[in-house]
Nanobody, 121 residues
Framework: VQLQASGGGLVQAGGSLRLSCAAS????????MGWFRQTPGKEREFVAA????????YYADSVKGRLTISRNNAKNTMTLQMNSLKPEDTAVYFC???????????????WGQGTQVTVSS
């Protein structure tokens, strides 16, 4: 399945952004989906994930209460609503798909191209 992330941009601290991930196939609904982020020189970091049905969600401690992951299997899309953004949220954000319930990027087989989020202080 091909994934395409979009919605990144520049926002002031405290602001909001909404990231989207569009999948190319209906098999999207079979996959556990996640969002990761990466800054230069650092490893890719888990942000949030959602089960194939959307009934279960998982978050990194650093984003709990500020970011919300959701999916629409009828439209083959996943979103990450980002509120109360902080400068430390600045990164390239990637959406990814896995056949397993996982937080490790190594468990994800399908990756989008990434979208830049920059939060100014």
């Amino acid at each position: 399945v091909q994934l395409q992330a979009s919605g990144g941009g520049l926002v002031q601290a405290g602001g909001s952004l909404r990231l989207s991930c569009a999948a190319s196939e209906r098999t999207f609904s079979n996959y556990f989906m996640g969002w990761f982020r990466q800054t230069p020189g650092k490893e890719r970091e888990f942000v949030a994930a959602i089960s194939s049905s959307g009934s279960s969600t998982y978050y990194a401690d650093s984003v709990k209460g500020r970011l919300t992951i959701s999916r629409n299997n009828a439209k083959n899309t996943m979103t990450l609503q980002m509120n109360s953004l902080k400068p430390e949220d600045t990164a390239v954000y990637f959406c990814a798909g896995s056949t397993d319930v996982a937080r490790s990027p190594n468990s994800y087989r399908y990756w989008g191209q990434g979208t830049q989020v920059t939060v100014s202080s």
